[in-house]
């Protein structure tokens, strides 16, 4: 997740089902960051990752085998 600012985000898990899975308020810095998400407690299937800062808004799909 790429920011102008300091800030913190809302990462929302979602699964294909539209139920929100996991939630996670994090802290990042100006520029690049990297974020983990632990996978361990999903089930397999297709989810989608969002991003948000209250400016940008990013969606990701994954796919856990």
Known sequence: FTSNADAQINLNIIGIDGKLVQHR??????GSNNININTAALSSGIYFVQMNDGIHYVAKKIVIQ
């Open 25 to 30: 308020i994090i802290q990042i810095t100006t």
